[in-house]
């Protein structure tokens, strides 16, 4: 069965930090682009940030560039998303998604999602 599952979110407060992770099973993780999504209460998902197969091209919306960094460590079949400084504004359900051909492409498999609250 091909799974992918966040673990990490939680809650911090603002200015905190936290780091993602999501883990694939029943495939190889390297074979795919990885992104990162958010869903914020009321609001549609947005993209955050996307790295390719190798882990050479990295991208990122505009609300998380230097705050967040995403990395992968193909040997633990792993994506990560390191979040720091945290604001109220990042509180959502944060989800990983595969896709086969690259960034730029439709997702293939999503997860479930991990919440992540910030929040004093």
């Known amino acids: 069965q091909l799974q992918l599952v966040e673990s990490g979110g939680g809650l911090v407060q603002p200015g905190g930090s936290l780091r993602l992770s999501c883990a694939a099973s029943?495939?190889?993780?390297?074979?795919?682009?990885i992104g990162w999504f958010r869903q914020a209460p009321g609001k549609e998902r947005e993209g955050l940030s996307c790295?390719?197969?190798?882990?050479?091209?990295?991208n990122y919306a505009d609300s998380v560039k230097g705050r967040f960094t995403i990395s992968r460590d193909n040997a633990k079949n792993t994506v990560y998303l390191q979040m720091n400084s945290l604001k109220p504004d990042d509180t959502g359900v944060y989800y990983c998604?595969?896709?086969?051909?690259?960034?730029?492409?439709?997702?293939?498999?999503w997860g479930k999602g991990t919440l992540v609250t910030v929040s004093s």
């Open positions: 790295i390719s197969r190798s882990g050479g091209i990295t």
């Open positions: 029943g495939f190889t993780l390297s074979s795919y682009a």
């Open positions: 998604a595969a896709r086969r051909f690259g960034c730029s492409y439709g997702v293939d498999y």
